[in-house]
């Protein structure tokens, strides 16, 4: 029995104000604690994160809006240098037919007006014209076969009329293959 609990005096004093308003003020500190780190910092915290993925949404639509742009403009440039190529292929095929009907403008003897000139097919070009004289339609011909890109000029049919001959010839066009090729590569 020596150890017996209850054998030991009790105190029958009451808990003094202070002490239960300490208590109670530690009770109460622990609740506000709890209720800081349970709701408070989770909501605070989820309100934080809210804002950043507001925040990178935002830069991701931005973003998004830049890319489509950015492809916009791409594209855009590269219908630019598709035209910018049919463009100089036209300037180049230009030059060469602005080329060829020079050097045909200055085969033909100074007599000889030319009344009509077409291209019929891709390599041949018909002329129709008038010459006082035959010798002049043949200096012609001689002078158009005398070019290299010209492979062969074919001597149609002359009439006689009032003031000299009305005649036609067709001109084939010699197109080295290089140019042809060339031609195929940059369409």
Known sequence: MNYDINLLPKSDKPLSGFDTFLIVLVALSILLAIAYAGFYLPLSSKAKLAGEIADKENELNILNEQIAN?????????????KNDAVRQLQSG?????????????????SIIIDNMAIVFE???????????????AQMIVNL?????????TFNDAT????????RANISLAIPQ???EQGEDEA
């Open 70 to 82: 950015y492809t916009d403009l791409v594209k855009k440039a590269a219908e630019l240098e598709q």
């Open 94 to 110: 230009y030059t060469k037919a602005s080329q060829i009907l020079s050097d045909i403008e200055a085969a033909m003897p100074e």
């Open 123 to 137: 390599n041949t070009i018909s002329i129709v014209g008038r010459s006082p004289d035959y010798r002049s339609i």
């Open 145 to 153: 076969r005398s070019l290299d890109y010209i492979s062969e000029v």
């Open 160 to 167: 006689l009329q009032d003031q000299g001959y009305s005649f």
């Open 178 to 180: 290089n140019d042809a």
